[in-house]
């Protein structure tokens, strides 16, 4: 949370001009003026509660919009929606910071990232310690909503915490990840993180550990039969994740260490159906099949 300015802005109406030929760019390129309401200032300050922005929003003459020079670009601008909104220090004007964000997360229903972003920035300044014992509590606390990306975000601030103070909670919390109600994009982000991260030799051997943890975990949430695909996010651990340690112990050591008899059979009941799918990328078949070698040496 390093920007000090972090607001939420609703879109009150929207004026599109019609889209053409930009031959800066060679894209179509079009102008829309947007009304906006300051509905809430979570961190610093600006000088208006509304105002108007005019946003130029380019797209592929294939009538695509996708990742042309501009952040709105591949964004749909319509009335009713709310973004937060993340500018730097000298952005103090609400229409410029929405112009030219240095981050906007549009607020979607039933993910409640207000609350997510409160809790961030009211904790940034407290000891790592703290910061943990206070995120166990958030995270026990029952919800109906669902958690952003900002938590997963947080929760690995605290793995690389500059302090070294890393501990058993983060640890736990990361291999019981999948328990923590975040969004199928939160939790996908945050395993692509961390494997990034202990790939590149930081983290220490427990982190590892968890991150194998959390991957099995999500993996045996599939319950479906030979013939159901995967979601999103399993399908990256079967196709990025697994084939870097399916050849080594860490997976025993993980079932081993931390599985109870219940989770342990639901993981072997996975692996033994996914090794058995044709429907898998090349190669990874074979893969499942070593897995469920090694789940079944842990599971008398």
């Not at 930081?202 to 982190?207: A, L, N, V």
């Not at 070698?293 to 008398?300: D, E, I, S, T, Y």
């Amino acid at each position: 949370m390093k920007y000090p300015h972090i607001a939420v802005v609703a879109i009150v109406t929207t004026t599109p001009s019609a889209w053409q030929l930009d031959d800066a760019s060679g894209f179509e390129a079009r102008q829309v003026v947007v009304q906006l309401r300051l509905g809430e200032m979570l961190r610093g300050a600006f000088r208006e509660t509304s105002g108007s922005a005019t946003i130029q929003q380019f797209r592929h003459r294939s009538g695509r919009v996708g990742d042309p020079p501009s952040f709105w670009s591949a964004r749909e601008l319509a009335p009713g929606k709310r973004y937060a909104v993340f500018a730097p220090a000298e952005a103090t004007d609400l229409a410029e910071a929405f112009a030219n964000p240095a981050v906007a997360e549009e607020l979607i229903e039933g993910v409640d990232t207000v609350a997510d972003l409160k809790f961030v920035i009211g904790n940034a300044h407290d000891s790592v310690s703290q910061q943990v014992s206070r995120l166990k509590r958030f995270l026990s606390t029952p919800r109906a909503d669902q958690r952003s990306r900002f938590i997963a975000e947080y929760l690995l601030s605290l793995v690389v915490a500059p302090d070294g103070a890393t501990n058993a909670d983060v640890h736990q919390m990361i291999g019981a990840a999948h328990r923590l109600n975040l969004t199928e994009g939160a939790l996908r982000w945050l395993l692509e993180r961390l494997w990034s991260m202990v790939g590149s030799g930081e983290g220490s051997d427990d982190t590892r550990q968890a991150l194998v943890l959390l991957s099995l975990r999500v993996l045996a949430q599939h319950s479906g039969t030979a013939a159901t695909s995967l979601d999103a996010v399993q399908m990256d651990i079967v196709e990025n994740y697994l084939p870097r340690i399916v050849h080594s112990n860490e997976v025993q050591e993980a079932i081993a260490r931390h599985m109870n008899k219940l989770e342990r059979r639901k993981i072997l009941s996975v692996v033994q159906r996914l090794g058995q799918r044709n429907d898998l990328p090349a190669g990874r078949q074979s893969e499942m099949q070593a897995l469920t070698a090694l789940v079944k040496g842990c599971c008398p």
